[in-house]
């Protein structure tokens, strides 16, 4: 049987026989092993690795290689990439190994450091080629709060090491106060506060336009004081090169002047505003473009109608007057009227909360109101579900019948169920929407497996998921239901701005950022 190899405890002829291994395996252009592999010795003894390990090159300005150590059930996931914890990391030579559990510097020879790593791996095609994710790591050098490493390439696939960020993914957030309000007013306007100073500090004062603010492209770490970790490079460019590159961001959170590949450091401006709108409550509604054309023209004409939905009453007249007027000036058309980043830290900073003002959220209940809203959401998920038939049409003549019975039986199921809901009355409704919306949620549950393999079409299905959320008692659905489809948690697809209007819904790349 062969031996485990543990490198923390190897012996000093183990540390020669592992360095001759990797030595006779870099020659080979061999410089990934896996765990499930046997692997033999140059004396023929056998072993295997205790996890995955990967060879990278070592920081910028240092010479040799490291071996990073990491497990292989991933830590998240996200369309074709994938994020693993990194258990350590071995610094090999011919007669020494020096092994760092968790990655970065130990606080004493026995202790490993709190702080941990992550390695990102992702596939690479299409309209995500390889050189985005060589951009990535040229810009987050900059950045230098990531502690990126220089990516390992091979073949189409990259794995790139960076520091794990503490908090939780600003969407997450955001998702647990939509689905019932979670958030005090001190909290969001810490949060709102600390949004800002991210991106000066993170992004803009580091000379950096990020191209692809959003919410999953954000972590906030909820211990006082409140902060905040911009990640995610993949679009970004430097100020000075601000037209050398296509345009790329988030349909929903994407500037005007994106989609003609134009950028400035006001363009962050803009994405932020529209991250700030939904902590502010704004209706999810207006993140719904149905085509990249309908995103540019939301872009265009941002609705912040229903700003501060069920927290009204915990907000001055002159704390929502404010708020509102920074937003709307943050989410000008063009830029040129956009105020700058620093104008906006400078209002955020000057709102004063009253001393009354409710220390814990309350939860609405559904109400009259809920219930019109539901009603019209209704009306439009019907109209989403029933794009599904041109699956149905696209499998029946390709006489994948199997396939299209599948996909049609679920778009009848869902169309009977929402029909029913939309016949009730007010009173039936909050009775038993709940129980209706809950067999749904099973049997969406049952279905993903199936409709994940036979649907190529992610954009519909998730404003399928995203609508039905909104009904008011399951919105994690469309957390659910996103990342079955694209693999992760979004609201929205990421591509390339203009060349998804010019190309249509087939040139969205769900693959295009990874949240975590």
Not at 261 to 267: C, F, Q
Not at 343 to 351: G, Q, R, S, Y
Request: glycine share 4%; proline share 5%; net charge positive.
């Amino acid at each position: 049987m062969p031996k485990i190899l543990h490198p923390e405890t190897m012996s000093r002829e183990e540390t020669k026989l592992l360095f001759d291994f990797f030595e006779s395996q870099r020659t080979l252009g061999v410089r990934l092993w896996s765990c499930d592999e046997v692997y033999t010795f140059s004396n023929h003894t056998t072993f295997q690795f205790p996890s995955m390990v990967i060879e990278r090159a070592r920081k910028q300005g240092k010479t040799g290689v490291r071996y990073e150590f990491f497990r292989k059930q991933p830590y998240a996931e996200g369309g074709k990439s994938t994020v693993h914890q990194i258990q350590g990391t071995l610094a090999l030579q011919k007669q020494t190994a020096i092994y760092k559990p968790y990655g970065l510097k130990r606080v004493s020879l026995t202790k490993p450091s709190e702080k941990k790593r992550l390695i990102k791996i992702q596939e690479h095609y299409g309209t995500f080629p390889i050189e985005r994710v060589q951009n990535e790591y040229k810009i987050s050098l900059k950045a230098s709060h990531l502690a990126i490493k220089p990516p390992t390439l091979i073949g189409d696939t990259s794995y790139t090491v960076m520091r794990e960020i503490k908090g939780e993914n600003l969407f997450s957030v955001i998702l647990d106060d939509l689905t019932a309000i979670s958030l005090t007013i001190a909290e969001r306007l810490e949060i709102n506060q600390a949004l800002l100073k991210a991106l000066k500090e993170q992004v803009t004062d580091k000379g950096i336009i990020h191209c692809d603010i959003k919410c999953e492209n954000i972590i906030v770490d909820m211990t006082p004081p409140i902060s905040a970790t911009i990640f995610d490079y993949g679009f970004s460019s430097l100020i000075t090169d601000t037209n050398t590159e296509p345009s790329g961001g988030t349909l929903a959170y994407a500037a005007p002047e994106l989609y003609n590949d134009l950028k400035t450091a006001k363009t962050d401006v803009f994405s932020m505003g529209r991250v700030m709108a939904l902590l502010w409550r704004v209706p999810i509604f207006s993140y719904l473009p149905q085509t990249p054309a309908q995103a540019r023209r939301n872009a265009l004409n941002v609705d912040l109608s229903g700003l501060f939905t069920g927290i009204e009453h915990q907000l001055s007249h002159e704390n929502m007057a404010d708020i509102k007027t920074t937003l709307v000036a943050m989410l000008k058309p063009k830029p040129g009227d956009r105020i700058t980043l620093d104008e906006a830290i400078v209002a955020f900073n000057h709102i004063t909360l009253p001393k009354d003002a409710m220390p814990m959220p309350i939860v609405r209940p559904l109400s009259k109101i809920t219930y019109d809203e539901s009603q019209t959401r209704i009306e439009q998920l019907l109209k989403e579900v029933a794009t599904l038939e041109k699956h149905v049409i696209r499998l029946n003549q390709n006489e994948n019948f199997c396939a299209a019975t599948k996909i049609d039986s679920f778009k009848e199921y869902l169309t009977g169920k929402l029909t029913e809901l939309q016949s009730m009355t007010f009173a039936d409704y909050k009775e038993q929407a709940p129980l209706i919306i809950d067999r749904c949620k099973k049997r969406l549950e049952n279905d993903l497996p199936t409709l994940q393999a036979l649907s190529n079409d992610n954009y519909i299905l998730t404003n399928i998921a995203l609508a039905f959320a909104g009904l008011g008692f399951i919105y994690f659905i469309g957390c659910l239901l996103n990342k079955a489809f694209t693999g992760r948690f979004l609201f929205f697809t990421t591509s390339p701005c203009k060349s998804a209007i010019e190309g249509g819904l087939n040139h969205i790349d769900p693959r295009a950022s990874m949240p975590k």
